[in-house]
T-cell receptor, first 114, second 113 residues
Framework: DAGITQSPRYKITETGRQVTLMCHQT?????MFWYRQDLGHGLRLIYY???????DKGEVPDGYVVSRSKTENFPLTLESATRSQTSVYFC?????????????FGDGTRLSIL | LAKTTQPISMDSYEGQEVNITCSHN???????ITWYQQFPSQGPRFIIQ???TKVTNEVASLFIPADRKSSTLSLPRVSLSDTAVYYC??????????????FGGGTRVLVKP
């Protein structure tokens, strides 16, 4: 099915571990985004990518690493997880034209760090 | 960054019109205003987007005054299925240096029978 999918949907890990969240889209959208959603903070942008091999920081990038070797994939890695990174993570994609385009979101990954 | 502020929650009844206002005093010249709807355990879903004046589609209207420091999402004749959290997003083209995306904290709308 076409769309944007995130995996896993749920993940529990321990502090200090490395964990990678996957995001895959089938629209060939240029832009992809990673957000975290926490109570009291709404959605905050972690990283985004304008195209393969082009990434940039958002509002809260510390502790996260991204890569985009292929247009359709945009994995997010927590190199050494901390409890403060417990959150729901959303991936999104959008087309690239002159103005900002509507973003299409996945259903999220709920990450708990013990 | 444009800071966006929304009411935390609103209650309404079926068939009524719901208006949610987002404040964005520091909006930049090339920023657009976009609204999303989110149900539990799902990602946000696009509702409507505008730059100035009024925009209308099949599900909502967006009113933006001339100074663009606020915007109002209007949901006509809501039903129980419109119970959700609504987010305002302010941002411009990401290709421009310094343009970032700022979501409001979300407004929880409860529609009662």
């Amino acid at each position: 099915d076409a769309g944007i999918t995130q995996s896993p949907r749920y993940k529990i890990t321990e502090t200090g571990r490395q964990v990678t969240l996957m995001c895959h889209q089938t629209w060939s959208h240029s832009y992809m985004f990673w957000y975290r959603q926490d109570l009291g903070h709404g959605l905050r942008l972690i990283y985004y990518s304008a195209a393969a091999d082009i990434t940039d920081k958002g509002e809260v990038p510390d502790g996260y690493v991204v890569s985009r070797s292929k247009t359709e994939n945009f994995p997010l890695t927590l190199e050494s997880a901390t409890r403060s990174q417990t959150s729901v993570y959303f991936c999104a994609s959008s087309e690239s034209t002159g103005g900002p385009q509507p973003q299409h979101f996945g259903d999220g990954t709920r990450l708990s760090i013990l | 960054l444009a800071k966006t502020t929304q009411p935390i929650s609103m209650d309404s009844y079926e068939g009524q019109e719901v208006n949610i206002t987002c404040s964005h005093n520091n909006i930049a010249t090339n920023d657009y205003i976009t609204w999303y709807q989110q149900f539990p355990s799902q990602g946000p879903r696009f509702i409507i987007q505008g730059y100035k004046t009024k925009v209308t589609n099949e599900v909502a209207s967006l009113f933006i005054p001339a100074d663009r420091k606020s915007s109002t999402l209007s949901l006509p004749r809501v039903s129980l299925s419109d119970t959700a959290v609504y987010y305002c997003l302010v941002g411009g083209p990401l290709k421009a240096a310094g343009n970032k995306l700022t979501f409001g904290g979300g407004t929880r709308v409860l529609v009662k029978p």
